[in-house]
């Protein structure tokens, strides 16, 4: 059975809710390093000969257009990850309307292919933003992979839908890809990505990725460029948080090469259109917004 192999594509000042994280205004002050961290990891998807999605943030994509260009060359499906990297839950409808669709938009300028794509920043959507998934439709997307189904710093949400399903409301339908979690101790645990994948030793993420296999359901793997980066500079946070982001930065590019050894993997779209026909429906009213 096949996974999915996913990059969210933004700098390293694009940390949430923290005080000294740079504003918007004043990203384009900052030294990027959001290049030379992806290309190493184009270099390692290509010596590995895997394909994944790149969630590219709207503002990275409309600076480094070459970035997205030179993904979508390489053969990767290029998605987004909205605009301006601002929680779900913090937005209006009207504002994260905007948002997913002005990345939509410079995405698919830059490459001439649509974005067919989703991921919020942080996984904010939440219970408290039940219009999510309808105005991700009316923004243009035929899928999202923004649900988190375990508590978390920002989002997450308490559903027992862990697979892939076709989700239904007002506007229509639209895949949705949860972040990949697996039970333990009756309490749903994430292992594949980000700080988990960071924290956790290899052997561990392996054999809970084996068990998610065997519960049919595809492991979702996700990174951030930053996440191959060590000498990246540090912002100031408490010592959990700075625990948190900053944990094994070098580790991540020996486990990113284990996974794709002993992993099959491919992007969202092409697992979406060789599995859409056993997608579970379900009705988004009934079940997501009624999930606290
Ligand atoms: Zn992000």
């Known amino acids: 059975m096949k996974s999915i192999f996913t990059i969210d594509i933004e700098d390293w000042f694009h940390i949430l809710d923290l005080d000294s994280a740079p504003e918007l205004r004043q990203w384009d002050r ?19 000969g895997v ?27 290029t998605a987004s990850h909205g605009y301006s990297h601002a929680l779900v839950y913090r937005m209006s409808e009207d504002e994260f309307l905007d948002d997913a669709v ?11 292919e649509p974005v067919r794509g989703y991921r919020a920043a942080g996984f904010s959507a939440t219970e408290d933003t039940p219009w999510f998934f309808e105005k991700l439709i009316e923004a243009g997307y035929s899928y999202d992979s923004s649900v988190f189904p375990a508590s978390r710093g920002h989002g997450g949400m308490d559903i027992d839908h862990y ?18 979690v697996i039970d333990v101790i009756g309490r749903p645990h994430c292992f594949f990505g980000g700080g988990y994948l960071r924290l956790y030793p290899y052997f561990l993420i392996r054999k809970m990725a084996l068990k ?63 599995n859409v026909g056993v997608f579970r429906e379900v009705c988004a009213e009934e079940e997501y917004v009624g999930a606290v």
């Open 51 to 77: 394909r994944v999605t790149c969630f590219f943030l709207g503002w990275v994509a409309e600076r480094f257009p070459n970035l997205v260009k030179d993904a979508a060359g390489r053969g990767h499906e």
């Open 163 to 180: 697979a892939p399903h076709l989700v239904k409301c007002g506007a229509g339908e639209l895949v949705e890809i949860p972040l990949t």
């Open 212 to 274: 998610v296999l065997d519960e049919h359901r595809p492991v979702v793997f996700y990174v951030h460029p930053r996440e191959v980066d060590p000498d990246q500079p540090r912002l100031s946070m408490n010592m959990k948080r700075r625990f948190k982001t900053y944990v094994n930065l070098k580790t991540t590019e020996d486990k990113i090469r284990k996974i794709l050894r002993d992993f099959d993997v491919t992007t969202c779209a092409s697992y979406i259109n060789e």
């Open 102 to 112: 002005k990345s939509r938009k410079i995405i698919e300028d830059i490459t001439g």
């Open 30 to 48: 900052l030294p990027s390093r959001v290049e030379g961290n992806f290309r190493k990891l184009l270099d390692i998807f290509d010596e590995m």
